[in-house]
């Protein structure tokens, strides 16, 4: 079983910044595709950004500039570097890995993000 564990939210003021971490507990972390979304209270889980395992990434609309994604395969870890953060950024954040071959998906605990003005 593999399990993923966030950690690095927090509470910061508007345009500040905090970098979030994802971490696997095998080495099947070089398997996976890795991305992280948010889910704000009373609105559904949306997409932030996502990485596959040769690094490409993608990102929505609404974080592209701002928040950066980034693995280290040797670490068995994901980065979400977030920068000049907003109040509509304040979500509980997850990230989830997917497995390339056969598309079985984990999913870490969440992390709180609160962003105040």
């Known amino acids: 079983q593999v399990q993923l564990v966030e950690s690095g939210g927090g509470l910061v003021q508007a345009g500040g910044a905090l970098r979030l971490s994802c971490a696997a507990s095998?080495?099947?972390?070089?398997?996976?595709?890795m991305g992280w979304y948010r889910q704000a209270p009373g609105s559904q889980r949306e997409l932030v950004a996502a990485?596959?395992?040769?690094?490409?990434?993608n990102y929505a609309d609404s974080v592209r500039g701002r928040f950066t994604l980034s693995r280290d395969n040797a670490k068995n870890t994901a980065y979400l570097q977030m920068s000049s953060l907003k109040p509509e950024d304040t979500a509980v954040y997850y990230c989830k890995g997917t497995v390339v071959i056969g598309g079985r998906e984990y999913w870490g605990q969440g992390t709180q993000v609160t962003v105040s003005s």
């Open positions: 095998k080495s099947i972390f070089s398997l996976l595709n």
């Open positions: 990485i596959t395992r040769g690094g490409n990434t």
